[in-house]
C-alpha cells in the first residue's frame, strides 16, 4: 500500500524541498512511497536515489486532464492507498479512485483545487481557519507543521564565494520574488560596515538584484550564490539568518535556522509572527523596514548573550513543535486513519 505524493511545482523554493525532507522521512519510516512531479531534474534525481517510483506530470492548465490520467494510471500501478495532494497544482489533477485523497495546503489557496479530496491538512493554525472559514468541515482539517533537522556535516568554505573568514556572514534563503524582501537586506546591509550577505535561492529578480546592489554601493559584499539543494552547510557558514519577507505564509527558514544554530531577523509577516517570539528565538522587525532589521542585526552582533540565547531558544522551539519525529508521528497517525501504516 503506496503513498503517492503529487507536486506540480516547477522549480525550486522552500515547499519543494520540505516535499523531498517529508518523503525522506518517511522512508526512514519503512513507508512505501512514489512520486508524481513536474519535470524537475534534480528533484527527480533526490527522488530516485531514495529508490522511489516517479512518474513526470504536466501539472499546466491545458494538461490538467492528460495529467489526471496520467496520475490515474500511475496511482494504480503502484497500489496507491493515499494520494498526496502538495498545493493547488497537485489537487486539481489528483483523480479519484480507490484511495483516499489528501490535501497539504502550505498557503492560503482557493478550495476549489481540493474538491472530494477526503482531507486537507494545514502547516499553520492560521490557514486551518483559513480553511475551515471557507465551508471546510473542521473535523477533515488538521494542522501539521513543517519539521527541521540539521544533518551531520561542516560550513560551506566561504572562499568558494570570496568571503573573509572573519567578516559577519548574513545568510538570507529564499526565491529571488518581490515576497522575500531582499531588497530589504540589501538596503539593511549599507548600514552594517563590514558585514557581507549571501542570498540563496533562484527567480525572476536576480538581475535587479544585482543591480540594486551596484546602485547601492554594497555589489562586493553580496554574493547571489543559486539555489542549493543541501542548504545545511550554508547555515552552518552564518553568523545570523536574515528573513524580511512581506509575504511568508510559515517560514521553513526560520525553523532551519533553529536547527543550525543560527540566530534570526525576521519580518512580522504572518508565519514569522506565530513563530518568533521577539528577543527570545528571534528578533522580529516590521515589513519593509531595513533600519530595523539593520538594528536587529547590530544588536546581535554586539550582544554574544543575546545570540546565544535566542540560539538556544530557538533549538528548543524547534524540539518542542518542529521535530522530525514529533511531525513525522501526526502524519503517520493520519495515515493509520486511511489504513496506511508503516512496516512494524
Not at 249 to 256: E, K, Y
Amino acid at each position: 500500500m503506496t503513498l503517492l505524493h503529487m507536486l506540480g511545482a516547477p522549480g525550486d523554493g522552500g515547499a519543494e524541498t520540505y516535499f523531498v525532507e517529508l518523503i525522506r522521512a518517511l522512508k526512514s519510516r519503512g513507508y512505501a512511497q512514489a512520486a508524481a512531479t513536474r519535470p524537475y531534474p534534480s528533484r527527480d534525481a533526490l527522488l530516485r536515489q531514495m529508490s522511489l517510483p516517479v512518474r513526470n506530470l504536466g501539472f499546466t492548465p491545458i494538461t490538467t486532464l492528460t495529467s489526471r490520467i496520467g496520475a490515474r494510471q500511475f496511482a494504480e500501478k503502484v497500489d496507491a492507498k493515499i494520494i498526496l495532494s502538495w498545493m493547488s497544482r497537485a489537487g486539481s489533477v489528483a483523480p479519484p479512485g480507490p484511495w483516499a485523497r489528501i490535501g497539504r495546503l502550505g498557503g492560503y489557496y482557493s478550495l476549489k483545487y481540493f474538491k472530494g479530496h477526503d482531507f486537507l491538512v494545514a502547516n499553520t493554525p492560521d490557514i486551518r481557519r483559513f480553511i475551515i472559514d471557507n465551508g471546510w468541515p473542521a473535523d477533515r482539517v488538521s494542522y501539521i507543521p513543517n519539521f527541521a533537522a540539521a544533518r551531520p556535516g561542516v560550513p560551506f568554505d566561504r572562499a568558494v564565494y570570496d568571503t573573509p573568514a572573519d567578516a559577519k556572514l548574513l545568510l538570507a534563503m529564499g526565491r529571488l520574488h518581490e515576497d522575500k524582501a531582499h531588497d530589504v537586506s540589501l538596503k539593511a546591509l549599507t548600514r552594517i560596515p563590514g558585514a557581507y550577505l549571501w542570498i540563496a535561492g533562484s527567480g525572476p529578480l536576480k538581475d535587479e538584484l544585482q543591480e540594486l546592489a551596484i546602485k547601492l554601493g554594497v555589489a562586493d559584499r553580496v554574493r547571489l550564490i543559486g539555489w542549493h539543494d543541501d542548504a545545511g552547510p550554508l547555515y552552518r557558514a552564518a553568523d545570523i539568518c536574515v528573513f524580511p519577507s512581506r509575504t511568508e505564509p510559515f517560514g521553513n527558514v526560520i525553523i532551519q535556522a533553529w536547527a543550525h544554530g543560527v540566530p534570526v531577523v525576521t519580518a512580522r509577516s504572518i508565519g514569522p509572527s506565530l513563530l518568533i517570539e521577539d528577543g527570545q528565538n528571534g528578533l522580529i522587525t516590521p515589513v519593509d523596514d531595513d533600519a530595523a532589521v539593520a538594528n536587529a542585526i547590530a544588536r546581535i552582533v554586539d550582544e554574544p548573550a543575546l545570540a546565544q540565547h535566542l540560539i538556544d531558544q530557538g533549538r528548543a522551539c524547534l524540539a518542542r513543535d518542529f521535530s522530525q519525529e514529533k511531525v513525522v508521528a501526526q502524519w503517520s497517525a493520519l495515515f493509520a486513519r486511511y489504513g496506511v501504516t508503516a512496516p512494524s
